[in-house]
């Protein structure tokens, strides 16, 4: 079972950076991974997807041009890089990642994932 593990949360003012971390227990280099939100109140929405066979990025347009996913497959760690933050990117963010091989279409659904984080808390001040 991969375990994936976020770090980097905290609270930022509007304009600000942070950069997530997400390691995993094992490898990932077979498998889709993503990153996910949650405001309070609202539910999940999807930020990003790293496919694992082309390394082809898909961003949701809320944070197309102000965030940036990477991952690093040697170090079992992706990261995502937020730029420009506004306070309506307040929000839990999960990482994700498919099970290895597992081809879809479907990048920002969650139900493309099996593995899960539990979640790193992003507040953005105005």
């Known amino acids: 079972q991969l375990q994936l593990v976020e770090s980097g949360g905290g609270l930022v003012q509007a304009g600000g950076s942070l950069r997530l971390s997400c390691a995993a227990s094992?490898?990932?280099?077979?498998?889709?991974t993503g990153w996910f939100r949650q405001a309070p109140g609202k539910e999940r929405e999807f930020v990003v997807a790293?496919?694992?066979?082309?390394?082809?990025?898909y961003y949701a347009d809320a944070v197309k041009g102000r965030f940036t996913a990477s991952r690093d497959n040697a170090k079992n760690t992706m990261y995502l890089q937020m730029n420009s933050l506004k306070p309506e990117d307040t929000a839990v963010y999960s990482c994700?990642?498919?099970?290895?091989?597992?081809?879809?279409?479907?990048?920002?659904?969650?139900?493309?994932?099996?593995?899960w984080g539990q979640g790193t808390q992003v507040t953005v001040s105005s």
């Open positions: 994700a990642a498919a099970p290895p091989y597992f081809h879809s279409g479907m990048y920002s659904s969650a139900t493309s994932y099996a593995y």
């Open positions: 094992d490898t990932f280099s077979t498998s889709n």
């Open positions: 790293i496919t694992w066979s082309d390394g082809l990025t």
